[in-house]
């Protein structure tokens, strides 16, 4: 300890110690400690298992030790390492009465499996449950073989804790599953599974802790994770953002002739698909994908955040070559790898809508709003939102190069030739402002800047909260229900082969959609060279029927925007502080009309019932 001081140990900010021994990470004070062996097997790596967890001792062995590591702990540590180690000990004790030790002992050879080792009294019996519990997906790892979780007592340890350190000590046994034991060659997938499941299993085991031997109080596991972030993996979350919003990959699928195409297709007798044109792609998509695969997300520390930052790596990488691959053939398999395929059950609840949902007979015309008049609806809308968090810097602009009405990067854009219904602008603000433009803003409140470009896979999530929006105002009228029920059948045939005019046809011909409206759904589905994003508005809807019949909360989906399987992840990042609640509501969820009809919703099993009831 002569060489170096230790900072303030009680500092609210992360302690965070290099040195020859090794490192220590604090994330904040908290009554526990996770130990492990840098291992010098293992090549191909500098990363430990536990270097996600809010507190750990990562040290080197004493160079020329050659004692048995596990019958001798304090030759194992070393004299400084150890002193560090009994230092925290001794602080944390003082603070909050007990102090747990949770080292990770990587085996050279296998033995079976994990067994966690009692190497001082026993904790309570929550926390070693806790423990075995959270080990036991270990033993479902697809790339490892079948192991089992034990427990022990050693009784050698029981006389003399180890190393001198007061407190409790327990110690994992664990088999050389993320490398091979011969050639120390590393298997990072394993690794990385590894990191997750003991990550989850740590937070577990010491939350009993802190409930059984401390007055410390927490609301949960996810809770007791690491609530600071360290510089790489803002800088990480900084770099990804840059790249995603570099570029709007929507506007540039767009075709910026959709009235001129319209008028081609009519022309043609509605038998010869239409020349769709597209802006020029103002960023060089080699480029981007050179620098995002250049951002070092390895070092994210925090498995959490690891697993956001690949998959956002991921999906910004396929966007991008999709870019590269607007209108050729290539386009649609990067399409379909991106937002999936129409499953079967997706198909026939498509199917269903179009055999059993009748549009109400046609009447007087219903007065309409031209792109001017809506604009400046949606500019007192928007100014609503500005009022209550200034960070909203939204726009309104009216383009003649978008076919119709969308979010591009928090802006509404308005198609010149608009002509919106009356009875559809309520539902249509909640859609585009209620939801993709308050997600974007809430995002961009969020220290993470990822959950306002969006992670990836999110649009299924955002569309199926803006349709379930229009619901909620009792705008999701029969003809908008058969409209989202027809992309999901073109995008069907189109995976099948069928022509743009194929599609047409049978939207037609065998589902009365009328011309224009046809022509519209085909338009979108083929753009690029066949684009299957219109297939998730009917299955995002359904998935999110699904969640709120299950009890769920709706109001943390607004927190940003991020896809339905990174829920469990949200969740943990909103407990740990990482993330915070919503910085702005939906103006349509705040009225009483729309919490009635979410709370009859939440039994709705068949997607005609979310149809008003005057209209069903």
């Known amino acids: 300890m002569a060489a170096f001081t230790l900072p303030a140990l009680d500092s609210p900010t992360p302690v965070r110690v290099s040195a020859d021994w090794g490192r220590l990470h604090l994330d904040r004070p908290l009554p526990c400690l996770g130990v492990c062996q840098v291992s010098q097997r293992v090549t191909s790596s500098d990363r430990t298992l536990i270097e996600g967890w809010p507190a750990y001792l990562v040290y080197s062995q004493l160079e020329g030790t050659t004692e048995d590591v596990s019958s001798s702990p304090d030759a194992a540590l070393g004299t400084r390492a150890l002193a560090v180690l009994q230092h925290v000990a001794r602080e944390r004790i003082r603070r909050f009465g007990a102090f747990l030790v949770v080292e990770l002992n990587l085996l050279e050879h296998p033995a079976g499996g994990a067994t966690i080792r009692v190497r001082s009294r026993a904790p309570h019996p929550d926390v070693l449950g806790a423990l075995a519990s959270g080990l036991e997906p270990i033993t479902r790892l697809g790339d490892v073989p079948a192991l089992h979780v034990r427990q022990r007592v050693d009784p050698a340890a029981l006389l003399s804790p180890p190393a001198s350190t007061p407190g409790y000590w327990l110690t994992i046994d664990l088999d050389p599953l993320h490398f091979d034991p011969e ?26 802790f802190l409930r059984h031997h401390t007055s410390v109080r927490v609301r949960s596991a996810a809770a007791v994770g690491r609530r600071h972030l360290l510089a790489p993996e803002w800088s990480t979350d900084r770099a990804l953002t840059r ?43 080699e480029e981007l994908r050179r620098a995002l695969f250049q951002i070092p997300i390895h070092h994210a520390e925090d498995p959490t955040l690891a697993q956001l930052f690949r998959a956002e790596q991921e999906g910004i990488d396929q966007k991008l070559r999709m870019l590269e691959q607007r209108d050729t053939p290539r386009f ?33 015309p219903e007065p309409t709003l031209d792109a001017d008049e809506f604009a400046r609806v949606a500019e007192a809308r928007l100014q609503l939102y500005k009022e209550e968090l200034p960070a909203v810097t939204s726009r309104v602009e009216v383009r003649d190069d978008v076919a119709s009405v969308m979010v591009a990067q928090g802006n509404l854009l308005v198609p010149e030739s608009t002509r919106c219904p009356l009875s559809r602008v309520e539902g249509l603000l909640a859609h585009e402002l209620g939801t993709h433009v308050v997600t974007y ?38 003809a908008r229900l058969r409209l989202l029920a027809g992309r999901v059948l073109a995008v069907h045939r189109l995976t099948q082969g069928a022509t743009f005019v194929d599609v047409f046809r049978e939207l037609t011909q065998q589902y009365g959609f009328k011309k224009r ?30 969640y709120l019949a299950r009890g769920e909360p709706l109001e943390m989906l607004f927190v940003g925007k991020f896809a339905f399987n990174h829920i469990p992840l949200v969740r943990q990042l909103l407990e740990r502080e990482i993330l915070q609640p919503p910085a702005l509501t939906p103006h349509h969820l705040r009225l009483q009309e729309a919490q009635d009809r979410l709370r009859d919703l939440k039994q709705v099993q068949e997607l005609h019932g979310l149809l008003p009831r005057r209209a069903a």
């Open 332 to 364: 649609i398999f990067d399409s379909l790898h991106l937002y999936g395929m129409v499953e079967d059950e997706l198909l026939q609840h498509a199917l269903n809508v179009l055999q059993t949902v009748e549009c109400a007979p046609a009447g007087s």
């Open 517 to 546: 409206k046809a022509f519209g759904i085909a338009l979108r589905v083929f753009r690029g060279g066949g684009f299957t994003k219109d297939a998730i508005y009917l299955r995002g809807l359904q998935t999110l029927l699904d």
């Open 243 to 285: 790249i995603n919003e570099s570029y709007d990959f929507l506007l540039n699928i767009t075709p910026t002739n959709s009235v001129a195409a319209w008028h081609e297709f009519e022309a043609s007798g509605f038998e010869r698909a239409p020349r769709l044109r597209y802006r020029p792609v103002d960023v060089d998509p």
């Open 441 to 478: 803003f809430n995002g961009r409140a969020q220290r993470l800047k990822l959950f306002a470009s969006g992670l990836s896979g999110a649009d299924e999530l955002q569309e199926g909260l803006a349709v379930l929006a229009e619901a909620l105002l009792g705008a999701l009228t029969p």
């Open 183 to 208: 050639t120390g060659r590393a298997y990072p997938m394993v690794g990385r599974a590894l990191e997750i499941v003991l990550d989850e299993a740590i937070r577990e085991c010491w939350f009993q």
